[in-house]
């Protein structure tokens, strides 16, 4: 952990797939993407392709050669900087530094006073962002809810105008169409003064899911592409549920996921070559086939498409902190934390979803703060210990001897203030925690979020930036 004030885990990783199981992975994929084809449904990407010297037929079906892929993967930055709205350097993407974020669009909330599950508005939007402004460990934002009050053709303009004014960190942004992006830029432009300063110092990054590895929707390519062309960052992620969307077994979803990945990169890179590109893990995405809901705590996917990842070198999407659980309660907890803990240890270099409930249907701000403590005992935890002559002690050891003890030392007493410390689980002795009230984890959650909410106040965007987004968003119709 070379950097922890800037949220930066520099973890050493061991492979847990052996380099020729990697290899045969990664030549499975190069051959779905040679032999077997993508659907690509964007003219602009077609004749991209086609002019690569890739196959394309039957109208849309694009056959790419190795040896393009090849070249995308030499050509794409492997590291990639992200900035904060005043341009200081915030995210170095890259290698295995972790950084850590919310989700967006859940469809409800729990609400913070009567503890309600309801339909989330725009004021939950402002309400979670002002929070992850003012959690120490949380490194980007999302819009984390759908709000229910605005038009469906208004509420990404209005979720990214929140974003901009209650947060200075790193904002990810998604999209169901070009507009999206289209947008969220020209917003994210009128921050920093123009697009030009956007294109070299980005602060936002742009989040595609495409319909699958194997059929990538025209919205999803045009925001895409409309990214690549402003040099703003985009994670590209098409669909990979096992037994649905790609094979059921995990070896065979990560070649598939991983080609439909690397079909994102190669379209980047030929659009603009350098672009940056963030990709999705390969791991598959896991369901229920009996009940067909979408699972995040399940464990059968494993470690591995970390190990594909990494082999490849390109920067690394993830989702932790999430859970399957209905409630914030002890399976969300559990859940939460050992998501969080595999997906550091993997090495992915943005984890987003933290926060998230039941399947990603509904957000809980209680889950977001005490993810945010899970985050803090991870950074702790992984953090390489100083080993010099005053931490090694060998004086002291010297001094007090077999029959002494360390209690009272000035050594004792200068360092035992470095130790993490939590703001939310208990460490009293029973006696002492049934007379402060016996309080709950969700309730010392929910009272930390109350007191955040209550004490923090965001930096203030300029006035002609807060005045050229009250435009934007007043613009009617989807070509403005």
């Known amino acids: 952990m070379t950097d922890i004030d800037h949220q930066e885990l520099g973890i ?12 045969r992975i990664q030549e499975a994929s190069l051959e779905i993407m040679a032999e077997v084809g993508m659907r690509f449904y964007d003219e602009e990407a077609l004749n991209l392709f086609e002019q690569a010297g890739a196959e394309v037929t039957d109208g849309n079906l694009v056959r790419i050669p190795s040896q393009i892929v090849a070249w995308a993967l030499e050509v794409a930055p492997k590291k990639i900087t992200i900035y904060n709205r005043h341009g200081e350097r915030a995210m170095e993407l890259g290698g295995h530094r972790t950084y850590f974020g919310v989700g967006s669009d859940c469809m409800h909330v729990y609400d913070l006073v009567s503890g309600e599950r309801r339909k989330a508005v725009l004021d939950d939007v402002a309400t979670g962002v002002r929070l992850v402004d003012g959690l120490p460990n949380i490194d980007f934002v999302m819009s984390m809810f759908m709000p229910s009050d605005v038009p469906l053709d208004m509420h990404e303009r209005h979720q990214m105008a929140i974003m901009l004014r209650e947060t200075d960190k790193p904002i990810v942004f998604v999209g169901e169409e070009e507009a999206s ?21 980005p602060f936002v990054i742009n989040y595609v899911n495409a319909v699958s590895s194997f059929r990538h929707n025209e919205d999803s390519l045009r925001r895409l592409l409309y990214a690549a062309e402003h040099n703003i960052p985009s994670i590209y992620s098409p669909g ?42 390969p791991n598959p995405e896991r369901m229920d086939l009996r009940t067909m809901v979408s699972l995040y705590g399940a464990p059968d ?10 082999h490849q070198g390109l920067p690394i999407f993830g989702a932790a902190g999430c859970s399957d659980a209905k409630v914030f309660d002890a399976q969300a907890a559990a859940e939460a934390s050992l998501t969080l803990f595999a ?8 984890i987003h979803d933290i926060g998230y409930l039941d399947s990603a249907m509904t957000g ?18 992984l953090r390489p210990p100083e080993v010099n002559s005053d931490t090694l002690a060998l004086d002291v050891i010297k001094e007090r001897g077999p029959d002494g003890t360390f209690l009272d030392t000035e050594h004792t007493l200068d360092h035992m203030r470095e130790d993490w410390m939590p703001s939310l689980m208990d460490r009293f002795e029973f006696n002492r925690w049934s007379d402060k009230g016996r309080s709950t984890l969700q309730e010392r959650a929910n009272e930390k979020v109350r007191q955040i909410l209550e004490d923090h106040t965001p930096k203030s965007l300029p006035e ?17």
């Open 240 to 281: 990979n549920t096992c037994g649905i969307l790609s094979p059921v077994t995990t070896t065979g979803a990560m070649a598939l996921t991983n080609a439909g990945q690397l079909g994102g990169l190669v379209l980047t890179q030929l659009k603009r070559e350098g672009a940056p590109f963030i990709r999705g893990n």
């Open 12 to 23: 050493q990783r061991q492979l847990r797939l052996r380099k020729e199981q990697i290899e």
């Open 343 to 350: 997906n550091a240890i993997g090495g992915a270099n943005l």
């Open 464 to 480: 002609d930036a807060a005045e050229a987004i009250e435009a934007i968003l007043a613009g009617e119709g989807k070509g403005n």
């Open 181 to 201: 992006t289209v947008y969220a830029t020209k917003m994210a432009a009128a921050v920093v003064g123009n697009m030009k300063h956007l294109s070299q110092r």
């Open 364 to 381: 809980s701000l209680e889950l977001v703060a005490f993810c945010d403590e899970v985050i803090g005992w991870l950074k702790r935890y």
């Open 301 to 310: 996917s494993g470690p591995f498409g970390w190990d594909l990842a990494h």
